[in-house]
């Protein structure tokens, strides 16, 4: 059976590539809404190569009849329309940071935790934070095998995960430097052009940013509550595609062969770890890929059990559009969407 899906957001980065996963999936639907607020009204968005879709007015839409709600379009948004959307029969998936921490809503990574699904109270799922998807990919299957305790990541991020504005502003600056004009801080606080701002999101009173929180809370939502995380989170100046550098201490002894063998059969995983000049992977390499990169694989002797790795994912598609097409996809092959339509049948 096809599913009917609206994609909220559709004009923004990661509702174009919303609709772009869905066409490359080749996700069944019969009919694809693309909302966005009324100044979008009009506006046309491409459903693959050959479809292209009106932009329809988010504030009147009725999702009743409609499967699926893709939402992206800002929390504070999200906070008002998804209940909307789930009280109508929609199923939502949220990509915004609102409904995470709500205990009643999962927070998915199919690859992680897809029994999460099972727990939907308010008909509402929560795509994970970019920087936490591709890490929880990463640990789960170490987890499992090792028993994690303790992770410290530094994350290398970039623009694209503060949007069209925040890629338009490196673009911007960059072509700037050549010409002498001075740089104009409109997304980012410092230039963000041949720099690094060690600061994502707003600063809460510990002293880490909410960037930084989020990591730590949705790790332990996701994969264990008992595993401590501390985080600092970098934005850098790269358009698409999100680096960590991750340590990782262990309950039990860890190899490098060991690590390395699990991580080649973890779903979601591709291993590209040879010591030698370019035997990893950068963010340039897996911008429009779907696997979450590992390399640089090695033993951290500063801990008992310790495991060190670079971590590499397109944050537009497995750490955003991706993770939520495939909690859809996960959600139909459970028979979580499309009951009433399939029992009707």
Known sequence: MGYRVAVVGATGAVGRE?????????FP??????????????????LGEKQILKVQNLETFDFTGWDIGL???????????????????CVV????SHFRMDPDVPLV?????PQALLKNKRNIIANPNCSTIQMVVALKPLHDKYKIKRVVVATYQAVAGA???????????????????????????????FNCIPHIDKFMDDGSTKEEWKMVVETRK????????????????????????????????????GARAVLR??????????????????????????????????????????????CVSDNLRKGAALNAIQIAETMVSMGLIGKKAAAAE
């Open 18 to 26: 919303m609709l772009k996963t869905l066409a490359e999936r080749k």
């Open 29 to 46: 639907t019969t009919e694809v809404a693309a909302l966005a607020s009324a100044r979008s009204v009009g506006q046309e968005v491409s």
């Open 71 to 89: 939402f992206s379009p800002g929390a504070s948004i999200s906070a008002v329309h998804a209940p909307r959307a789930a009280a109508q029969g």
């Open 93 to 96: 998936i949220d990509n915004t």
């Open 109 to 113: 990574v199919p690859e992680v935790n």
């Open 163 to 193: 949007g069209k504005e925040g890629m338009d502003e490196l673009y911007t600056q960059t072509k700037g430097s050549f010409v002498n004009d001075p740089p104009r801080m409109e997304v980012f606080t410092k230039q963000i052009a």
């Open 222 to 257: 996701i994969l264990d509550p008992a595993i401590k995380v501390v985080a600092t989170c970098v934005r850098v100046p790269v358009f698409i595609g999100h680096s960590e550098a991750i340590n990782v201490e262990f309950e039990n002894p860890v190899t490098v062969a």
């Open 265 to 310: 059969e973890a779903p979601g995983v591709v291993v590209m770890d040879t010591r030698e000049d370019g035997g990893y992977i950068t963010p340039l390499e897996c911008q429009g890929e779907d696997a979450t990169f590992v390399s640089r694989i090695r033993i951290d002797d500063t801990v008992p059990h310790g495991l060190s790795f670079w």
